[in-house]
């Protein structure tokens, strides 16, 4: 079993900065990729970015690619989402989810455990 708490979230002008923390509970967080997820109003649950087990490997949705990192902390059991550049259509909630798998994955049936989610609104 695997807990995930995302904190981090909040309201940020455009073009400003937020830095999304997962804190994951169990023994097994450094066998499983890592996910982020946004889902706006109205609009289906949207992959951002994933991270491999070992963090040797990475991968970003288009639509923040070059503008958001993904990075984790198997030591401290989390994983991180540094968001720059942000733009009004980053509004959404964001979620944490932890893979059944180690390598990186899109999809988000791939994930086995999620967060409750926190609120990023990026005003205009």
């Known amino acids: 079993q695997v807990q995930l708490v995302e904190s981090g979230g909040g309201l940020v002008q455009a073009g400003g900065a937020l830095r999304l923390s997962c804190a994951a509970s169990?023994?097994?967080?450094?066998?499983?990729?890592m996910g982020w997820f946004r889902q706006a109003p109205g609009e289906e649950r949207e992959f951002v970015a994933s991270i491999s087990s070992s963090g040797g490997s990475i991968y970003y949705a288009d639509s923040v690619k070059g503008r958001f990192t993904i990075s984790r902390d198997n030591a401290k059991n989390t994983v991180y989402l540094q968001m720059n550049s942000l733009k009004p259509e980053d509004t959404a909630v964001y979620y944490c989810a932890a893979s059944r798998f180690g390598i990186v994955r899109k999809n988000y049936i791939d994930y086995d455990y999620w967060g409750q989610g926190t609120q990023v609104t990026v005003s205009s």
């Open positions: 169990g023994r097994t967080f450094s066998n499983r990729a």
